[in-house]
């Protein structure tokens, strides 16, 4: 981290990675914390340290939502982003499935920050659209993005970093149990989804703030006619400056199609490695263990070949002791994603250099397909569905003048 810095308020803000502020394990999950650092590697066999080095990530309903806010720098899953710079948010395209022009929901974020000044806080956002076939439709254009076409995606990822000194939090380790605000407040954000800026105003009650032209079409076909005559009055008797704040009605996300929030606590996956009872293994069960291998097993129903045989078997095996984990991370030279089966992985070829720096990327963390049923997602023919979604990012986390990096996604679909 940042030069200079006394090494107790470094550990501090280490063992912000990936792990809970608020949960009654804090002492244990503390133990647990270690650096968490990845890399792309075209070898067929994962590098020893690597293996030794991957955290596993869980979610777990939070004690309190609170924890969650952006100064507190969560790993989180579900709910709405808590944006690291809650200024200069992602604009334009950036925002849209490039496939149908929806809006993406936002997925989940992990806070990793790094041994440079400049990654003092920094936090990985992954958002997608909720349609299989756009889905379907970005598994052929990923192969498109190391060459020069342009590849429309619908999975999305964004690289957000900051310096220990900067305008939007103190340089001092958050308290889990404070109630002071952030230093500056954020970016009005849609009513209706909570995720992207709110760049269209409701023509009606001038109050309401919109990502998109449809988003403001479904809430008003939603409810927020019944809202916006009420507003409309009230802001007639108001004083017409009054537009610095906006009503508690508008405060909470009016989507019901949000994914449920969760924080994402870590373990190491060397932790899992001896020999255990099933129910030691599941005790802290979210979900029953049949649901989580309905997860994993319908992956195995369209093996290719014995290629994919032998690659299900290698990823059952290490999956198996830990069946609810719904990230792995590993940012360290010789790590890879675990494919569950080796059709459709990228060569080192296909992985694109930077868009900033034209340095390397390397491989940062994946989601499992188990997120899916912590998100209550349907089990039906059209259902958003994954075997995983691997994360690349910029190896040097190059610094660049937009505060929204975009980084890559590769997907490999079940």
Same mark, same amino acid.
């Given at each position: 981290?940042?030069?200079?810095? *006394?090494?107790?308020?470094?550990?501090?803000?280490?063992?912000?990675? /990936?792990?809970?502020?608020?949960?009654?394990?804090?002492?244990?999950?503390?133990?647990?914390?270690?650096?968490?650092?990845?890399?792309?590697?075209?070898?067929?066999?994962?590098?020893?340290?690597?293996?030794?080095?991957?955290?596993?990530?869980?979610?777990?309903?939070?004690?309190? &939502? =609170? +924890?969650?806010?952006?100064?507190?720098?969560?790993?989180?899953?579900?709910?709405?982003?808590?944006?690291?710079?809650?200024?200069?948010?992602?604009?334009?395209?950036?925002?849209?499935?490039?496939?149908?022009?929806?809006?993406?929901?936002?997925?989940?974020?992990?806070?990793?920050?790094?041994?440079?000044?400049?990654?003092?806080?920094?936090?990985?956002?992954?958002?997608?659209?909720?349609?299989?076939?756009?889905?379907?439709?970005?598994?052929?254009?990923?192969?498109?993005?190391?060459?020069?076409?342009?590849?429309?995606? +619908?999975?999305?990822?964004?690289?957000?970093?900051?310096?220990?000194?900067?305008?939007?939090?103190?340089?001092?380790?958050?308290?889990?149990?404070? /109630?002071?605000?952030?230093?500056?407040?954020? &970016?009005?954000?849609?009513?209706?989804?909570?995720?992207?800026?709110?760049?269209?105003?409701?023509?009606?009650?001038?109050?309401?703030?919109?990502?998109?032209?449809?988003?403001?079409?479904?809430?008003?076909?939603?409810?927020?006619?019944?809202?916006?005559? =009420?507003?409309?009055?009230?802001?007639?008797?108001?004083?017409?400056?009054?537009?610095?704040?906006?009503?508690a009605v508008l405060l909470k996300v009016a989507s019901n199609n949000v994914w449920p929030e969760y924080k994402i606590i870590?373990?190491?996956? +060397?932790?899992?490695?001896?020999?255990?009872?099933?129910?030691?293994?599941?005790?802290?069960s979210l979900v029953s263990s049949n649901r989580t291998d309905d997860a994993l097993m319908s992956i195995a129903e369209n093996?290719?070949?014995?290629?994919?045989?032998?690659?299900?078997? +290698?990823?059952?095996?290490?999956?198996?002791? &830990?069946?609810?984990?719904?990230?792995? %991370?590993?940012?360290?030279?010789? !790590?890879?994603?675990?494919?569950?089966?080796?059709?459709?992985?990228?060569? *080192?070829?296909?992985?694109?250099?930077?868009? %900033?720096? &034209?340095?390397?990327?390397?491989?940062?963390?994946?989601?499992?397909?188990?997120?899916?049923?912590?998100?209550?997602?349907?089990?039906?023919?059209?259902?958003?569905?994954? !075997?995983?979604?691997?994360? %690349?990012?910029?190896? !040097?986390?190059?610094? !660049?003048?937009?505060? %929204? *990096?975009?980084?890559?996604?590769?997907?490999?679909?079940?």
């Amino acid at each position: 981290m940042a030069g200079g810095l *006394k090494d107790d308020d470094t550990e501090e803000f280490k063992g912000l990675r /990936i792990t809970s502020l608020d949960d009654e394990s804090d002492e244990e999950e503390e133990q647990n914390e270690q650096d968490i650092v990845i890399d792309e590697d075209d070898e067929e066999e994962e590098d020893e340290e690597a293996r030794n080095s991957v955290v596993l990530g869980f979610v777990k309903k939070p004690k309190t &939502a =609170r +924890s969650l806010l952006r100064h507190f720098f969560p790993s989180k899953a579900g709910g709405v982003p808590a944006w690291l710079d809650p200024e200069n948010l992602p604009s334009g395209r950036s925002c849209f499935c490039d496939i149908c022009d929806e809006p993406l929901q936002f997925v989940l974020q992990v806070y990793a920050p790094e041994e440079k000044q400049s990654a003092f806080h920094r936090t990985l956002f992954v958002f997608m659209c909720t349609s299989m076939v756009c889905l379907r439709r970005d598994q052929h254009e990923q192969w498109k993005c190391h060459q020069d076409k342009p590849s429309r995606r +619908s999975v999305k990822v964004f690289r957000c970093q900051l310096p220990r000194d900067n305008p939007f939090y103190s340089s001092e380790p958050p308290k889990k149990d404070s /109630i002071d605000p952030p230093l500056k407040a954020g &970016a009005a954000l849609c009513n209706w989804c909570g995720s992207w800026k709110g760049i269209k105003r409701c023509t009606g009650c001038r109050r309401a703030l919109y990502c998109s032209e449809k988003h403001w079409v479904k809430h008003s076909r939603t409810g927020h006619e019944h809202d916006c005559q =009420r507003l409309r009055i009230n802001s007639q008797l108001a004083d017409s400056s009054s537009d610095e704040t906006t009503p508690a009605v508008l405060l909470k996300v009016a989507s019901n199609n949000v994914w449920p929030e969760y924080k994402i606590i870590q373990e190491s996956e +060397s932790s899992y490695e001896t020999d255990m009872p099933d129910d030691t293994v599941c005790s802290n069960s979210l979900v029953s263990s049949n649901r989580t291998d309905d997860a994993l097993m319908s992956i195995a129903e369209n093996f290719e070949g014995d290629d994919d045989r032998k690659s299900w078997a +290698s990823f059952h095996e290490r999956i198996a002791l &830990a069946p609810e984990q719904v990230l792995r %991370y590993c940012r360290i030279p010789g !790590a890879k994603p675990l494919w569950p089966v080796s059709s459709g992985r990228p060569s *080192k070829a296909d992985i694109p250099k930077c868009s %900033y720096c &034209a340095g390397p990327l390397c491989f940062e963390f994946q989601i499992m397909p188990q997120l899916l049923f912590f998100f209550d997602v349907k089990n039906d023919v059209d259902s958003l569905d994954w !075997a995983t979604i691997a994360v %690349y990012t910029c190896e !040097a986390s190059c610094d !660049a003048s937009v505060a %929204y *990096k975009e980084e890559f996604a590769w997907v490999q679909l079940s």
